[in-house]
Nanobody, 115 residues
Framework: QVQLVESGGGLVQAGGSLRLSCVAS??????MGWYRQAPGKQRELVAT???????NYADSVKGRCTILRDNAKNTVYLQMNSQKPEDTAIYYC???????????WGQGTQVTVSS
């Protein structure tokens, strides 16, 4: 059974930093990534990383966020610096299973950036 468990969200002041973690279990995964959904908005990509370490970032977070992955631990991290109020959202981890290509989502973790 595939499970994704996120942690690390919380309240931070503008300009501060947070580090999100997502531990995946139950399979071997190819791409993993982070998405976010703000109130009243659609879910959007934040950053993705392949098992080989290739990364992709949304323009809105480039230069402020870094996605990292520990394949041995099936864990993906999102280091977020210079946080802005517009970064406030629920952040979701996504993992694509290597065999079959199914996507799985975590339950989400709230990030709130105060001005």
């Amino acid at each position: 059974q595939v499970q994704l468990v996120e942690s690390g969200g919380g309240l931070v002041q503008a300009g501060g930093s947070l580090r999100l973690s997502c531990v995946a279990s139950g399979s071997i995964f190819s791409a993993m990534g982070w998405y976010r959904q703000a109130p009243g908005k659609q879910r959007e990509l934040v950053a993705t990383i392949t098992s080989g370490g290739s990364t992709n970032y949304a323009d809105s977070v480039k230069g402020r966020c870094t996605i990292l992955r520990d394949n041995a631990k099936n864990t993906v991290y999102l280091q977020m610096n210079s946080q802005k109020p517009e970064d406030t959202a629920i952040y979701y981890c996504r993992a694509r299973r290597r065999c079959g290509g199914n996507d799985y989502w975590g339950q989400g973790t709230q990030v709130t950036v105060s001005s």
